[in-house]
């Protein structure tokens, strides 16, 4: 999905994470809404299928930084998080809880 576009649902195997600088937005995630406002971070799961949307609903602009995680690759045939989460455990990658990100960025 092009950001800004009129498009409000798109549906993706990509992971991304959004960080808010002003304004708020909000995202749809499935059957789920959420509103996010300035130095609030929200992190789309990668789930194939689900209809991810993102609308600036007020007036003022809505300025935010957003950080895509690429696909696996189509050979692996990775359709949930998981099955992305036991590849990289099968591989010996890191792979850290919410609870444990939240107590390492609360430090």
């Known amino acids: ?5 009129k498009k ?4 993706e195997m990509l992971e991304r994470a959004i960080y808010m600088l ?3 937005l909000e995202i749809t995630y499935g059957e789920e809404k959420f509103e996010i406002a300035p130095e609030m971070a929200l992190l789309v799961p990668l ?5 991810f949307g993102v ?18 690759h189509p050979d692996l ?5 998981e099955q992305l989460r036991k590849l990289y ?15 390492i960025v609360g430090r």
């Open 77 to 81: 045939k990775i359709e949930s998080r």
């Open 1 to 5: 999905m092009v950001m800004g576009s």
């Open 55 to 72: 609308k600036n609903v007020r007036r003022e602009t809505a300025s935010f930084v957003t950080v895509f995680s690429p696909p696996p």
């Open 89 to 103: 455990v099968d591989n010996n990658r890191v792979v850290k809880s919410p609870a444990e990100m939240k107590e």
């Open 22 to 24: 002003e304004g708020s």
């Open 47 to 51: 789930e194939l299928g689900t209809p």
């Open 8 to 11: 409000e649902k798109e549906a």
